[in-house]
């Protein structure tokens, strides 16, 4: 059975612009999770989907966004891009909110 | 927050058994214990979850004490590729899904 897969892997950006992650869950996941990790700051929740529907939400600015299609697969957007966005995005699937997660390799995200 | 409590760091010598504890000393009766782990620059890895029972899989073993205000996992032959930092997550059943990620124990493998 194929993994969470993260695309793209790597990502270079500039201030102000904006970006589109996307994630595949394993097939018949309908939760999907993202999550972003810096070194000051750790592993921290973005956001949860389960059937298209945003569950629950981290404390993070409107400028990140998400969204999840009908065959569960997500995208996360953030838009006005800060020095302090560049960091490594984890997306992890589960099969219902309360089980346990399995992640992709993660999207790295700089901005220059 | 993160409601656990971990060690920074640990050693370890390969082939030998690695014991990481992790402190949960307000968890609520609906709060599982899950274990992940990370390997430098990688997704974090499931290892193991548990609610009051002793549990065994083929990756390690999960020991949570009587009153479950404590847990153990247990690497039973630690090999230089368990290098890695290891989180002790508390979580309620039927929660919304989010993980809160504490700082975890960076565990070496040593040769």
């Known amino acids: 059975k194929a993994g969470v897969t993260q695309t793209p892997r790597y990502l270079i950006k500039t201030r102000g612009q904006q970006v589109t992650l996307s994630c595949s869950p394993i097939?018949?996941?309908?939760?999907v999770s993202w999550y972003q990790q810096t070194p000051g700051q750790g592993l921290q929740f973005l956001f949860e989907?389960?059937?298209?529907?945003?569950?629950n939400k981290g404390n993070f600015p409107g400028r990140f966004s998400g969204r999840q299609f009908s065959n569960s697969r997500s995208e996360m957007n953030v838009s006005t891009l800060e020095l302090g966005d560049s960091a490594l995005y984890l997306c992890a699937s589960s099969q219902r909110a309360n089980t346990e997660a399995f992640f992709g390799q993660g999207t790295r995200l700089t901005v220059v | 927050d993160a409601k656990t409590t971990q060690p920074t760091s640990m050693d370890c010598a390969e082939g030998r058994a690695a014991n990481l504890p992790c402190n949960h000393s307000t968890i609520s009766g609906n709060e599982y214990v899950y274990w992940y782990r990370q390997i430098h620059s990688q997704g974090p890895q499931y290892i193991i979850h548990?609610?009051?029972n002793n549990e065994t899989n083929e990756m390690a073993s999960l020991i949570i004490t009587e009153d479950r205000k404590s847990s153990t996992l247990i690497l039973p032959h630690a090999t230089l590729r368990d290098t890695a930092v290891y989180y002790c997550?508390?979580?309620?059943?039927?929660?919304?899904?989010?993980?809160?990620f504490g700082k975890g124990t960076k565990l070496s493998v040593k040769p």
């Open positions: 548990g609610l009051k």
């Open positions: 097939s018949g996941h309908r939760s």
């Open positions: 989907y389960f059937s298209e529907t945003q569950r």
């Open positions: 997550i508390v979580r309620a059943g039927g929660s919304q899904g989010n993980l809160i």
